[in-house]
């Protein structure tokens, strides 16, 4: 075999996470009241436009989880197979140029020249201090100055060419099975698609599709010669990171709320169901985790496990797993002072939702409390639980950021949006500025956040029962 | 009343205690004063009487609960519970890792963060329900359309970019304000009107959307559309009725944070170099102060089970419905 794949903790969870996101997708295709608000959800423009941004930032998020060992090339071909220590992902694999194409410190974005003066031999032998040129970034140019815009503008040209002929190719692909589908005319379907205001959502998302395309294909083929963001202070690719970064941050923003939604669900409700003592006792849970400030409990895990790193450090095969284990810590431990706010949404819900009449009836009829909790309270709580974990994603993202800045997020070596904004912090005092690397990292964060706000709001509106009742 | 107010304070008792025992398991259960002191010292290469005479100079050297080489009472009181844990309930901070009386620390600490919170809470107060007042007198308009998208923008914008962009934009670029630092008494107001601008203007965003629903929900009710059909302008609708009876969710919501203004602000203070409790904070996470981060735990924990109190009591007092017995 070419690769061994390497499964990391957080790999396994986001699998688990995957796998339940497509089973609650088939269960809700197949129940009319499930299906009902999602309909509505992509039948506004900012669902659907949310919801593909939202889907491109997953695709490079998942790719970057698939990890593997590539296999070293072995001189005698009959020697046994030897795998490089060193873990990578599809990703990684995906942006090889980015990942090799190291300069020697700063160059600005789309730079041919470094960002400092060093001292260079001319060919007649003489020595002259200058901007030299990069390694990577626009080499393929003999006279940088003038050639340098005409290039640009012709790369960017043939990028938006080729992400419009991609998106053609694609759209033409799904429409004919579409048409094939009714059994129509492809060209008849096209008609329809163009005129009938029901098909509305579906020409914003092919809309939406052609800008994300054509975005994506014009900046992989400006970084394919220069350093689209620029290069960092060891001269790596400020976009490589940047594009590394997504998982983290989806990782943050997804995988806490997975960890805290089991014993928020189960606490909540027998908290609201069963009353008496049960509920005393978890309230004075919840109050307790409640009244420690969050940063404080937060910073107070972290370094108890770094102090557990230190004295275990032979534990760990490599640095990939170290700071892996550290991200799922960091996960359990904002699960841990996030899941409040759920668990007493949930109780309240519970408490309505017990003297409810056909609750009360099943009580009467004998149904068990375990069956009555998983068919009638269970069903009518989980809109609650969706809009909690979409309202509470960019926030968990946004806090990652704060986070890292304090020493108390992700491991430094990780790449991050926190470490990029907290490494590119000191670098605005200097003159002229290092503005690159905080301006990836704002963009990046930007459109994760606000598409994730402009959904949480889409999604509140399509399943809370209160406001749907309000516009009929 | 008073007979509540004790109740509660009895109520928050358990709680104080629950703080404490996580607190106490964490630092020095899950991890002995050992690894502590090896952490501090430098990792491997300690011998262990260097990490013996660190315990000792700090206190750590007790038992953890139970002292049977001593007698009486003594075997609970010199342990490292009822030295380091129990003590924190009669406000006892005792010394830092580093040797600095955290009490005095608190008390003169705690003026310039309440320098930086007091206005930061009282300005975006004002602007933001007045900017709320502002979209829902002209709901339905491009102004309420354009306020929308500009209010998830802001809410999506990063808290340290506030800051690094103010600072870049009107410390360095501009000159209007120095970038960091602080002064005593009254000369301290130019180190505080940058900081004090950002707090406002990063709270923009989720104060006045949250404002917004709320003045939009009191809206649809039926008083309201009374007040409208007696003929009354929609200014007076506006500010006497709407804003009237909103004022109950929104004063219970201030008051409940009012206790950890105190606590300052972590971001703020650290960037702009200002000696509150906020940065108090943050040093001690980085110089991985234990006996600090315990003190500011417990203190925090006090202060926000004050502030649930208080928002019981605010309750009686602009909701004349609420009876507290």
């Known amino acids: 075999m070419p690769l061994i794949p390497v499964m990391l903790w957080t790999d396994a969870l986001v699998f688990i996470l995957l796998a339940l996101g497509v089973g609650f997708g088939i269960y809700a295709a197949q129940h009319e009241h499930l299906r009902a608000p999602w309909r509505q959800v992509l039948h506004t423009r900012t669902g659907v436009i949310t919801l593909l941004v939202l889907s491109s930032y997953a695709l490079l998020g998942i790719l970057d989880t698939v990890h593997l060992r590539l296999k070293l090339p072995s001189?005698?071909?009959?020697?046994?197979?030897?795998?490089?220590?060193?873990?990578?992902?599809?990703?990684?694999?995906?942006?090889?140029?980015?990942?090799?194409?190291?300069?020697?410190?700063?160059?600005?974005?789309?730079?041919?020249?470094?960002?400092?003066?060093?001292?260079?031999?001319?060919?007649?032998?003489?020595?002259?201090?200058?901007?030299?040129?990069?390694?990577?970034?626009?080499?393929?140019?003999?006279a940088p100055a003038s050639e340098r815009s005409?290039?640009?503008?012709?790369?960017?040209?043939?990028?938006?060419?080729?992400?419009?002929?991609?998106?053609?190719?694609?759209?033409?692909?799904?429409?004919?099975?579409?048409?094939?589908?009714?059994?129509?005319?492809?060209?008849?379907?096209?008609?329809?698609?163009?005129?009938?205001?029901?098909?509305q959502p579906g020409r914003t998302a092919l809309i939406t599709l052609a800008v994300l395309m054509s975005i994506g294909f014009i900046a992989a083929e400006l970084a394919a010669a220069y350093h689209l963001f620029g290069t960092d202070k060891v001269g790596e690719d400020v976009f490589y990171q940047a594009l590394k970064s997504v998982r983290t941050g989806l990782l943050i923003g997804t995988l806490t709320t997975l960890v805290m939604l089991p014993a928020a669900l189960l606490l909540g409700i027998a908290a609201g169901y069963f009353r008496g003592w049960v509920d005393d006792l978890i309230q004075y849970l919840y109050t307790t985790l409640n009244s420690i400030p969050g940063v404080l409990l937060i910073a107070a895990a972290i370094l108890l496990l770094q102090v557990y790193l230190a004295n275990h450090a032979n534990e760990f095969t490599s640095a990939v797993e170290r700071a892996d284990l550290r991200?799922?810590?960091?996960?359990?431990?904002?699960?841990?002072?996030?899941?409040?706010?759920?668990?007493?949404?949930?109780?309240?819900?519970?408490?309505?939702?017990?003297e409810v009449d056909y609750v009360q009836a099943a009580q009467a009829l004998g149904v068990g409390h375990f069956t009555i909790?998983?068919?009638?309270?269970?069903?009518?709580?989980?809109?609650?639980?969706?809009?909690?974990?979409?309202?509470?994603?960019?926030?968990?993202?946004?806090?990652?950021a704060v986070l890292s800045y304090v020493n108390i997020g992700v491991d430094p070596t990780m790449n991050s949006w926190g470490n990029m904004i907290n490494s590119a912090r000191l670098e605005l005092a200097r003159e002229p500025v290092v503005w690159w690397s905080l301006t990836a990292a704002f963009i990046f964060m930007f459109v994760l956040v606000l598409a994730a706000n402009l959904f949480a709001d889409v999604v509140r509106d399509a399943f809370d029962p209160r406001l749907r009742q309000n516009e009929k | 009343m008073i007979a509540y107010l004790v109740r509660r304070a009895l109520y928050a008792l358990p709680i104080l205690i629950g703080v404490n025992l996580l607190t106490f398991i964490l630092f020095f259960v899950v991890n002995s004063p050992d690894d502590m002191a090896r952490m501090q010292l430098g990792d491997k290469r300690v011998t262990q009487a260097a990490v013996d005479s660190w315990k000792q100079e700090r206190g750590y050297d007790r038992p953890l609960l139970l002292n049977s080489a001593a007698t009486g009472t003594a075997q609970f009181t010199d342990t490292i519970f009822f030295e380091k844990s129990v003590r924190l309930f009669a406000f006892q901070f005792g010394t830092s890792d580093a040797g600095r009386d955290i009490s005095y620390d608190i008390t003169q600490r705690m003026w310039p963060s309440l320098a930086i919170a007091v206005p930061v809470l009282l300005v975006g107060l004002a602007?933001?329900?007045?900017?709320?007042?502002?979209?829902?007198?002209?709901?339905?308009?491009?102004?309420?359309?354009?306020?929308?998208?500009?209010?998830?923008?802001?809410?999506?914008?990063?808290?340290?970019?506030?800051?690094?962009?103010?600072?870049?934009?009107?410390?360095?670029?501009?000159?209007?304000?120095?970038?960091?630092?602080?002064?005593?008494?009254?000369?301290?107001?130019?180190?505080?009107?940058?900081?004090?601008?950002?707090?406002?203007?990063?709270?923009?965003?989720?104060?006045?959307?949250?404002?917004r629903t709320l003045f939009l929900e009191e809206s649809s009710k039926d008083y309201?559309?009374?007040?409208?059909?007696?003929?009354?302008?929609?200014?007076?609708?506006?500010?006497?009725?709407?804003?009237?009876?909103?004022?109950?969710?929104?004063?219970?919501?201030?008051?409940?944070?009012?206790?950890?203004?105190?606590m300052g602000s972590l971001l703020t203070e650290s960037f702009f170099g200002i000696p509150g409790l906020g940065s108090y904070t943050i040093d001690a996470i980085s110089n991985q102060d234990f006996a600090i981060v315990r003190a500011m735990v417990f203190l925090g924990a006090v202060l926000y089970i004050i502030g649930l109190m208080l928002t019981d009591v605010s309750y009686t007092l602009v909701d004349p419905r609420v009876r507290l017995q």
């Open chain 2, 127 to 211: 602007l933001n329900i007045s900017y709320a007042l502002l979209i829902v007198l002209l709901r339905a308009t491009y102004v309420d359309l354009a306020s929308t998208v500009l209010l998830v923008a802001l809410l999506s914008i990063s808290g340290l970019f506030y800051i690094i962009g103010g600072q870049f934009l009107l410390s360095k670029l501009l000159h209007l304000a120095p970038i960091s630092g602080y002064d005593t008494g009254i000369n301290a107001w130019k180190f505080l009107v940058l900081p004090v601008l950002i707090g406002v203007v990063s709270g923009i965003g989720a104060g006045t959307r949250w404002y």
């Open chain 1, 75 to 142: 001189t005698p071909a009959t020697a046994p197979a030897q795998y490089a220590p060193e873990v990578v992902s599809l990703l990684d694999l995906a942006l090889h140029g980015l990942r090799e194409r190291q300069e020697k410190t700063y160059s600005a974005p789309l730079a041919t020249h470094l960002f400092t003066k060093e001292v260079i031999e001319q060919p007649d032998g003489t020595l002259r201090r200058d901007y030299p040129r990069l390694l990577h970034g626009g080499r393929h140019l003999t």
């Open chain 1, 150 to 199: 005409a290039d640009l503008f012709w790369r960017s040209l043939r990028g938006a060419v080729k992400g419009l002929a991609s998106w053609a190719l694609l759209t033409g692909g799904i429409l004919w099975l579409i048409a094939r589908r009714r059994s129509e005319p492809l060209a008849q379907y096209w008609l329809t698609l163009r005129r009938s205001p029901h098909l």
């Open chain 2, 224 to 262: 309201v559309r009374t007040a409208r059909a007696k003929g009354l302008s929609e200014l007076r609708v506006l500010v006497r009725h709407i804003l009237g009876n909103a004022l109950i969710p929104i004063v219970t919501g201030v008051v409940v944070i009012l206790p950890l203004l105190f």
């Open chain 1, 373 to 400: 909790i998983t068919r009638h309270l269970l069903p009518n709580m989980l809109h609650i639980v969706l809009i909690t974990v979409v309202l509470d994603f960019s926030g968990l993202v946004l806090a990652e």
């Open chain 1, 327 to 354: 991200l799922l810590f960091l996960c359990l431990i904002l699960g841990v002072t996030s899941w409040t706010g759920l668990c007493r949404l949930l109780r309240g819900e519970a408490l309505k939702l017990r």
